[in-house]
């Protein structure tokens, strides 16, 4: 039975005996009234006033693993030594969400594409230039955009396939996490050693492929745009690639005891949970 609008109500032919009324409506606590009709009477209810009911509303504002490994990512992209050079490859979070493909070749595009990325090469270029390096190059505005392409064909294919497309097919992180807990001796080995190990995507420490395989090929890369006397085939190669190890295990020794403090605005703390 329905109420009218002012709230009255009636039930006919109700039968003798015991009787439960119950009285609902959307958004209001339920009431109930019982009690006993006898033969041909005719029962008259007191008011009935149903309270407001208690409402409870649950909003889950969790984030995926995608949306966290990007907020991560915004805050890396910020990172800059003395404010201008790029720190981007290092993550202070040491439960950082891993990164996916796509977001792997964003964080690289973005390193090779920054203006000191492009400034350091043309500094390269000009000190090879005044020194007369790679003569085969020549002098003048063509000899040295030869060394510039050079230069900048050096920095962003070691990116490239170091930090995006070998860690994309391997599944493995190309960040560096920093430990900054430990005694000097246990951080200052633990910085060496993520020049040929790194966090894999299922967040387990493996052998850095990336890194190793990523300076092989940039290495024998470049033999294709050096000039050929200046080209040495398999032995520039490894000598690259040895070059670019050492050079990571120095880099993380840095990140681990000096580069953190010279990078201003850096968050307290860089985790975001999902």
């Not at 005996?17 to 119950?22: I, K, N, S, T, W």
């Not at 009477?41 to 490994?69: G, Y």
């Not at 300076?215 to 070059?243: H, W």
Request: contains cysteine; negative net charge; aromatic residues 10%.
């Amino acid at each position: 039975m329905v109420s009218g609008t002012d709230g009255q109500f009636f039930f006919p032919k109700v039968p003798p005996g015991a009787f439960q009324l119950a009285i609902t409506a959307a958004g209001f606590s339920p009431q109930s009234f019982s009690g006993i009709l006898h033969d041909g009477e005719t029962e008259t209810l007191p008011p009935i006033a149903l309270t407001v009911a208690d409402t409870r509303t649950e909003v889950d504002v969790s984030l995926t693993q995608v949306e966290v490994a990007e907020e991560q990512i915004k805050i890396e992209e910020k990172q800059r030594v003395f404010g201008a050079i790029p720190n981007f490859y290092v993550t202070y979070d040491p439960d950082a969400a891993p990164l996916t493909r796509k977001q792997k070749f964003k964080l690289a595009f973005r390193t090779m594409v920054d203006p000191f990325t492009v400034g350091i090469a043309a500094a390269v270029a000009g000190i090879e230039q005044g020194q007369n390096h790679f003569y085969e190059y020549g002098q003048g505005a063509q000899g040295y955009g030869k060394r510039f392409g050079a230069s900048y064909a050096d920095a962003t294919m070691g990116t490239l396939i170091g930090t995006a497309i070998l860690p994309s097919l391997l599944k493995q992180d190309p960040r560096y996490f920093y430990k900054g807990t430990g005694s000097t001796t246990s951080r200052a080995l633990y910085a060496i050693a993520n020049s040929v190990i790194c966090k894999g995507d299922n967040r387990h420490w493996q052998p850095n492929y990336s890194n190793i395989l990523g300076n092989l090929a940039a290495g024998g890369i470049s033999n294709l745009y050096y000039p050929e006397q200046d080209r040495n085939d398999a032995g520039l190669m490894f000598e690259n690639a040895a070059i670019g190890i050492g050079s990571t295990a120095i880099v993380n020794l840095l990140q681990e005891f000096v580069i953190r403090k010279l990078t201003p605005k850096l968050p307290n703390s860089h985790t975001i949970q999902p």
